[in-house]
T-cell receptor, first 113, second 111 residues
Framework: DTGVSQDPRHKITKRGQNVTFRCDPI?????LYWYRQTLGQGPEFLTY????????KSRLLSDRFSAERPKGSFSTLEIQRTEQGDSAMYLC???????????FGSGTRLTVV | RKEVEQDPGPFNVPEGATVAFNCTYS??????FFWYRQDCRKEPKLLMS???SGNEDGRFTAQLNRASQYISLLIRDSKLSDSATYLCVVTRNSGNTPLVFGKGTRLSVIA
């Protein structure tokens, strides 16, 4: 499979628990992005990496959120002390260059109960 | 003013109709423009890039007007399979900046 992979596809967690999502980008792509999407909204930017360097973080990314991309390959997004407002689809995307559109993974749907 | 604005719709059109979506963006420094398609509960998929000279891909035509900061997407001969949400997407400015997505315009093509 040469697409962007995300794991898990669905996650239900209790409020206050920590969750971690994984994204495996297309192997030749050095840029990796995390977005969040809620119903009726477009994807909202969270953070992005060029290789292993995290180049930008959105103000949406509170202190409870952290992302890593060790060795410039896969990436993880962790949410600590989850809140009901964190319920959303978390989308990962990758691209080879800044001028190209992104290829998205299927997303991880998080439900905080 | 929002960075990218789109009419949310829905646009309900019969098969075979021509439909046009518009989008405005606020940052005059934006350099790259795209239309994405998103099916219900699926990830967005790149439909086409938008170039200054306008570009066409089969039944789809995209136009960019930098002076008015306006992007359009025209779909001719609509098919049932065109039913989806169409997301207007721009870069925030030149350089290493992530894409900014509009909220999308929902299209339903009916038989």
């Amino acid at each position: 499979d040469t697409g962007v992979s995300q794991d898990p596809r669905h996650k239900i967690t209790k409020r206050g628990q920590n969750v971690t999502f994984r994204c495996d980008p297309i192997s030749e792509h050095n840029r990796l992005y995390w977005y969040r999407q809620t119903l009726g909204q477009g994807p909202e930017f969270l953070t992005y990496f060029q290789n292993e360097a995290q180049l930008e973080k959105s103000r949406l990314l509170s202190d409870r959120f952290s992302a890593e991309r060790p060795k410039g390959s896969f990436s993880t997004l962790e949410i600590q002390r989850t809140e009901q407002g964190d319920s959303a689809m978390y989308l990962c995307a990758s691209s080879p260059d800044r001028d190209y559109g992104y290829t998205f993974g299927s997303g991880t749907r998080l439900t905080v109960v | 003013r929002k960075e990218v604005e789109q009419d949310p719709g829905p646009f309900n059109v019969p098969e075979g109709a021509t439909v046009a979506f518009n989008c405005t963006y606020s940052n005059s420094a934006s350099q790259s423009f795209f239309w994405y398609r998103q099916d219900c509960r699926k990830e967005p998929k790149l439909l086409m890039s938008v170039y200054s000279s306008g570009n066409e891909d089969g039944r789809f035509t995209a136009q960019l007007n930098r002076a008015s900061q306006y992007i359009s997407l025209l779909i001719r001969d609509s098919k049932l399979s065109d039913s989806a949400t169409y997301l207007c997407v721009v870069t925030r400015n030149s350089g290493n900046t992530p894409l900014v997505f509009g909220k999308g315009t929902r299209l339903s093509v009916i038989a």
